[in-house]
């Protein structure tokens, strides 16, 4: 790759590493559902420019929904007090779930890397069950796992995809996105609430959510689309290794996140079963995880 590519490749994982960062800090002034609901509609604004992916209809909106199920579980999550760092952890392993759900439903035979990959992340994440229970509830770690789930089954949908500029298909899913969360929005917070969270955002929260919706999903989609273009997954995709190391280390710093041996020994087990994964398995990866 070239440097100025590296160097994008690089960038783009920082952002998207600092996304969990960013979303806890906006989850002090706003709902799971409102921070949200305003991070789609700013994502949505190249709409206004941009034409409608030749895709078909069920597939965006397909799309849409689950990234819609994705992101509400796991801000969900980490406003229920799931650390951010290991929420970073948590939905990168959407690799383990896409490899299992494709051979499931699509009868793609795994190779013996990724299946040592997901038998590794898998004990990683059995390690990290065994923490549960002290800092955040069992019932905030299991909505949180699904965020993977959707986003393994978003990357199936987006295998439909090939051709289509990430850019313009990002804002329409993003447009897609905004009825059902505003219907989430206003079933859980109520509309005089939404006004006035809305209304009421410190510079700080509005800069965090900028940096979401223009930098993690708008600009972050585009260059990593435009990576995979121009190089091989194989070349791009490990990249996505450094957002889940990113993600805890920032979140260590700006919140004082600690993690026990246990949970630590797991979240790096989880990581190492995904670079097993993404390294040295042959079958052709997926889009990486964004907060």
């Not at 289509?164 to 609430?193: E, H, Q, R």
Request: hydrophobic share 60%.
């Amino acid at each position: 790759m070239k440097p100025a590519d590296i160097a994008l490749a690089l960038l783009i994982a920082l952002i998207w590493g600092l996304g969990f960062v960013f979303t806890r800090y906006a989850l002090t002034e706003m709902s799971p559902t409102v921070l949200n609901l305003l991070r789609f509609a700013i994502s949505a604004l190249p709409c206004l420019v941009l034409p409608r992916p030749k895709l078909a209809l069920p597939v965006w909106t397909g799309i849409s929904f689950l990234l819609v199920w994705q992101y509400l579980t796991q801000s969900w999550g980490i406003a229920q007090g799931v650390p951010a760092g290991l929420t970073a952890v948590i939905v990168q392993s959407q690799a383990l779930f896409t490899i299992a759900f494709a051979a499931l439903l699509l009868n793609e035979r795994p190779t013996r890397a990724q299946l040592t990959g997901i038998g590794v992340a898998a004990c990683g994440l059995l390690m990290i069950c065994f923490t549960v229970g002290y800092d955040f509830s069992a019932a905030a770690f299991g909505v949180t796992m699904t965020a993977p789930i959707a986003f393994a089954f978003s990357n199936l949908l987006l295998r439909r995809a090939q051709g289509v500029p990430m850019l313009d298909l990002f804002a329409w899913i993003s447009a897609a996105s905004l009825p059902p969360l505003a219907l989430a929005a206003w079933v859980t917070d109520g509309g005089p609430a939404i006004w006035q969270q809305l209304t009421h955002l410190s510079p700080g929260v509005m800069a965090a959510m900028l940096s979401l919706s223009i930098g993690s999903t708008t600009i972050g989609y585009w260059i990593w689309g435009r990576l995979l273009h121009a190089y091989s997954a194989a070349q791009v995709v490990p990249f996505a290794l450094l957002v889940p190391f990113i993600g805890a280390a920032a979140s260590s710093l700006a919140f004082g996140e600690t993690f026990g041996p246990l949970r630590l020994a797991g979240m790096l087990i989880v990581v190492a079963g995904l670079a097993i994964m993404l390294l040295f398995g042959r079958a052709k990866p997926e889009l990486p995880e964004t907060a």
